[in-house]
């Protein structure tokens, strides 16, 4: 247990320091992002990072995804309009490597938590400056950087684990969504 907590360690280090640079190669990414899932494929909610370039901006989101497990998800295990760190465990942090707008709105270079409220009909998706907590535990909404109202999607297929993407949609433009359960949510992304 001592030498897996010791590998998961360096893997940590390793890929914090990987990402690093500005830009990164789309082969440099793959690697990335398929050594952290390996690493802790024992945990149920297993450390996870999803990444890419919207134009010359580097998006990193490192995040632990729990799986559905048969479990009543949204409203159950989550429970609706309260803060979720939209992952397990540790906050989910997102992190932009220049200036970006989320849905038109400006948020400047920097890594911060991302947490939302999910709601039967609406969510809300919330910047945070305190990136370094545990679950929503320390949450302040005088830190948040930004919110957005966003229109959740029903899927067709259940997602079983709690699953982050980033997308280029066209030169400096993309999206983000996050999909679990039988839900997903995405909202624009767009290099300044």
Known sequence: MKNLKNILFALTAFLFFACA???KT???HAEHEMAAPAATAQSKSPASTTMSNIGDVHVHIAYHSPGVRGRTVFGGLVAYDEVWVTGAHS???IEFHDDVALNGKEVKKGKYALFTIPGKTEWTLIINKNFDQHLA??????????RL???????????????YEVKETKDHEGVISISWA?????FKIEEL
Not at 137 to 146: F, K
Not at 182 to 186: E, F, G, Q, W, Y
């Open 21 to 23: 640079g500005e830009k």
């Open 26 to 28: 789309e082969e440099e």
């Open 91 to 93: 906050a989910t942090t």
């Open 137 to 146: 535990d320390d949450y302040e909404a005088d830190l948040d950087v930004l």
């Open 149 to 163: 109202t966003i229109k959740p999607e029903t899927l067709e297929e259940v997602q079983e684990h709690l699953l």
């Open 182 to 186: 039988n839900t997903k949510i995405s």
